[in-house]
């Protein structure tokens, strides 16, 4: 099992910029697709990046261009660097983790993912 614990969330205004990180604990040995997830009031959640172990990338074109997922294997932690924010960005952004370790099997698919965090909300000003 793999615990993914998201933090970096908060307010900021249209134009700005915010780092989310993901720390993982537990199997770490492992490898993983790395995702990242958001989820606005009334809406299903929705895939924004994922990662591959390789490090190949998928982004969800609203954030491309915008967003840039990474991750730090040494620290075990997953990184969304998100630039140029709009109030659509706004939700709940959850990191997930898939111990299939290719993400080309599973990409957006929210039922796939095994594990997820808890959470971190993301406020977009206009």
């Known amino acids: 099992q793999v615990q993914l614990v998201e933090s970096g969330g908060g307010s900021v205004q249209a134009g700005g910029s915010r780092r989310l990180s993901c720390a993982a604990s537990?199997?770490?040995?492992?490898?993983?697709?790395m995702a990242w997830f958001r989820e606005a009031p009334g809406r299903e959640r929705e895939g924004v990046a994922t990662i591959d172990s390789d490090g190949g990338r998928t982004y969800a074109d609203s954030v491309k261009g915008r967003f840039t997922i990474s991750q730090d294997n040494m620290k075990n932690i997953l990184y969304l660097e998100m630039n140029n924010l709009e109030p659509g960005d706004t939700g709940m952004y959850y990191c997930?983790?898939?111990?299939?370790?290719?993400?080309?099997?599973?990409?957006?698919?929210?039922?796939?993912?095994?594990?997820w965090g808890q959470g971190t909300q993301v406020t977009v000003s206009s």
């Open positions: 537990g199997d770490t040995n492992r490898q993983y697709c």
């Open positions: 997930a983790a898939d111990p299939r370790g290719v993400c080309a099997l599973v990409r957006f698919n929210v039922v796939a993912y095994t594990y």
